[in-house]
């Protein structure tokens, strides 16, 4: 799909629940203020298998913003309902069942034209994945095969959500997310955000920007990792040129 991230709009959260607070709570703040006056929204479940608890868990949790949800599960024409909403929410939970399921109900075009059209796109964890170009930056068991690791490929760049540092005192020999991200790269050529909790990215008006209260660390091909503060317009780093420098930081 061209790339329209000047007309397109999107909140991509790391994470759906913060250590303490309840479902959606620390980001309710940047939602309202994202999706303004709108209120209608179209709801995709299909990251966990208990599509109608989810449905009304986001149905009960969206309400208490102003909002009314609709879950694609619980309509006929799903191309319709997405093609008619003004913002769409796409949860999270696992990122290969999700993939699926939006192959399973042909909603891949659907959303891309819907987004490109103006439609408001949030998506968390394994809902911000899939606005990327593929799910090869999940950290997600493969339970299920979608046709493709194609994903919507509404921006350019690859999201790693729930971010972890390495520990230098830890004593598991394991690999670090930062390693994983570093195997991406050795095979791929689009950047990669890793969002720590509690971070978003707000892409609009051709900018993308890192919302929330902690930072990010931008990973790219041939070049050092940069940390990112919150605040920061990301697109420079994701989108154009720059000098490789050596090692990552």
């Not at 009304?56 to 309509?75: C, I, N, P, W, Y």
């Amino acid at each position: 799909m061209a790339k329209m991230e000047e007309a397109m709009q999107l909140l991509l959260i790391s994470n759906s629940t913060q250590h303490g607070g309840g479902y959606l709570d620390h980001v309710e703040p940047e939602i309202r203020d994202f999706v303004g006056k709108r209120t209608r929204v179209v709801f995709v479940p299909y990251a966990v298998q208990d599509r109608r608890d989810y449905a009304a868990k986001a149905q009960e949790r969206f309400g208490r913003m102003g909002l009314s949800l609709t879950s694609v599960h619980d309509v006929s024409n799903l191309p319709r309902a997405v093609q008619e909403a003004e913002v769409i929410f796409v949860g999270g939970g696992n990122t290969f069942r999700l993939l699926k399921g939006l192959y399973d109900h042909a909603l891949i075009e659907p959303i891309q034209r819907s987004v490109a059209a103006g439609a408001l796109y949030i998506g968390s964890s394994a809902g911000s994945i899939v606005a990327c170009p593929s799910l090869k930056t999940t950290k997600d068991m493969p339970v299920v095969q979608p046709p493709s690791f194609a994903a919507l490929d509404l921006v350019r760049f690859q999201i790693s959500p729930h971010y972890l540092d390495p520990d230098p005192t830890s004593t598991h020999m394991g690999e670090t997310q930062e390693e994983r991200i570093n195997q991406f790269l050795e095979e791929n050529e689009a950047a990669v955000v890793g969002l720590r909790e509690g971070s978003m990215l707000r892409v609009q008006d051709g900018a993308v920007y890192l919302k929330g209260r902690e930072g990010a660390r931008v990973f790219r091909r041939g070049f050092a990792a940069v940390e990112m503060k919150p605040g920061s317009d990301l697109n420079a780093l994701l989108v154009e040129a720059a000098s490789p420098v050596g090692q990552c930081a």
